[in-house]
């Protein structure tokens, strides 16, 4: 992952972050042609991923993509998890396990 430029006072806000909550102090920085790099010392694969997923989430990208997801849930008012191409496709994958249950059900008759 690229690093993000950080100014000075961008700097006292991640050291504020790591010491009262460090997760969202977590990224790659750059400040002054140096980086700095915040990330949970020997975490796991899943860890990562989950941290990655919580990353895009809260800044409004697609979980999966990392796209910028524009379209809000109308039930919740909030922006949807997933891009339009990526929920276009769990739809899909919705719609066609639905169809294999009700498929199934007809079966047992
Ligand atoms: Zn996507």
New binding site residues.
């Given amino acids: 992952m690229e690093p993000i430029k950080v100014s000075p006072n961008q700097i006292d806000k991640i050291a504020t972050d790591l010491k009262k909550d460090p997760e969202t102090a977590i990224g790659n920085y750059l400040f002054k042609g140096y980086r700095i790099q915040v990330s949970k010392y020997k975490a796991s694969g899943a860890e990562r991923v989950q941290q990655l997923y919580k990353r895009r989430r809260d800044n409004g990208l697609?979980?999966?993509?990392?796209?910028k997801?524009t379209r809000k849930n109308p039930a919740t008012g909030k922006l949807y998890r997933?891009?339009?191409?990526?929920?276009s496709l769990i739809d899909q994958k919705n719609k066609e396990k639905s169809a294999a249950r009700k498929a199934a059900k007809k079966g047992k008759k």
Avoid: A, F, Q, W
């Fill in positions: 697609c979980i999966v993509c990392g796209t997801v997933l891009c339009d191409h990526h929920r």
